[in-house]
Every structure is written in structure tokens, then in C-alpha cells.
């Protein structure tokens, strides 16, 4: 939240996207719309737009110009209804203001995702990436918080917070979008937008099932975005030690595909 910069058949979209457009083109949030097709994860960056409304101006009428009377034969008739004004949606510039206006959105009550060197507190949601549903991977809603994938209808893929296996999680790193739940634009960094400043030995806690469980990062990775075989490992579930895997988008930012070309990784086992 601070400033810096699946194939055996699985499409992942992450997270965390178009500031950057805005950004570094005039990055949300993460983070992550994903297609899976087998059994690999590949995210991919989904495409986010920020609307913008055009404005007309009225022209200056001429304060010396002299009317000429016409002479009225008819009453006027009315020839529409005006077309009201449209309001613009507020814009919101960093997660504090948002979620001290407006909360979180409602369903992020799967667990809580703590990192404390990166101030780093998050709700975490739940998203089952179904076969027989699209197999589909959501992004996260909005800029504040993190998503942990159902991979259980994949062979040997992810895993729940706890269980020896190797949960999955992520966030957007920037976004700039609008917020359904908020009714407002988004502007700015998102939950992860530290997650390439993470090192071996650094803490994340993930709050479960009534228990906190504490794990330690092993290694940080950047990958390109592409390349699946790097992915089948990332993400399988045969570890020797119960795990988690965050990531979210790296590297450098598209302004024509509004994508990253990067994908950041985090490998954390339990203490």
C-alpha cells in the first residue's frame, strides 16, 4: 500500500492493472480474471478502463451585440425534454479514504492477510475456480483486498491456509477503475503494490479458522507473464511444507495492452 514501483490449460488474470495506463501513460489490482483450460496457471492482465465524460462549453455571447426585435405570431411549442447533466463519480486516491468512506465489499470474510513489513492488512474473499463454471479466477473487488483461489477441482493445484498444501493468493498492485460497491472511480496503488519488496525471512500472517497462521518468505520471484511451465510449478500443491503463494503483477507496463508484462511471486512456509 505504499509507493513503488493455471497450461496444463489454466488462464490466470491477475490482478492490479490500468494506473499504470495513467500513471506512467498520461498499474490494480493483483491481480485477475483467469481462464483455466487444464491444469497450468498462466495470469494474464484483464483489460480496465477509467471512463471519462466529455464536457462542452457554451459560447460567449458577444455583451455589445444589440438584440433585433422579430415579431412573435405563434406561441412556441417545447421541442424536447433537456437531456439532464450527467454527475461524475467521485475519484478516490488511495486505499485509506476508500475504505474509511466506504468499507470493504461484502463476502471478504474468507480469512485476513497480514504482512507487516509492507503494512499490508486485507481482507481476504474465496473464489472457486470451477471445470463446469467458465473456470474462471475473479480479479479481487477493488484496490484493498485479496483473493485465495479454490483450486480443488484441479489435480494437485493450490490449497487451503493450513492444510500442507499451497494456498494461493492475489491482489491487484495498482488499479484505476470504477468501484461498483463504492459508487466511485479509483485512482492509485493497490494492496500489493510492495509485494517485489519482500525478502527471505520476512513475516505474512494469515488469520483462519479462528487461528493465526504464521508463515516466512523462502524466495521472491519475477517471472514473464507467459511462461507456463514456470507456472505448473508455482502453483502445485506438492510442497514439503505447508505453503502460500501470492502474487501480482511486475515488470514493465504496457500502455497499449494495458497489461503487465511481469508476474511478481512470493513463496512463504510455515513457521
Known sequence: ???????????????????????LGN?????SSVALRASTVVPVEPTQTT??????????TDSTATA???????TPEPTGTPEPTATPEPTVGNITDLVSAHGHPSGYDFARLRIPI????????????????GAQMS????????????LSEWSNLGGSPGEGGNAIFSGHRDLASYIPYADVTYLGVAVFWELDLLSRGDQIFIDYNGETL????????????????????ILSADVAVDSITLYTCGGEFDINSRSYADRVIVRAERA
Open 1 to 23: 500500500m505504499i509507493m513503488r514501483g493455471v497450461l496444463i490449460g489454466l488462464l490466470v488474470a491477475l490482478v492490479g492493472v490500468v494506473v499504470a495506463a495513467v500513471i
Open 27 to 31: 498499474d490494480s489490482d493483483d491481480s
Open 51 to 60: 471512463q471519462t465524460k466529455d464536457t462542452t462549453s457554451a459560447a460567449a
Open 68 to 74: 433585433t426585435p422579430t415579431e412573435v405570431t405563434s
Open 118 to 133: 509492507i503494512e499490508v492488512d486485507a481482507p481476504v474473499g474465496a473464489s472457486v475456480v470451477s471445470r463446469t463454471a
Open 139 to 150: 480479479d479481487p473487488i477493488g484496490p484493498a483486498t485479496t483473493l485465495w483461489y479454490d
Open 214 to 233: 504464521e508463515y516466512v518468505v523462502q524466495w521472491t520471484e519475477q517471472i514473464n507473464a507467459g511462461n507456463s511451465a514456470r507456472w505448473t510449478e
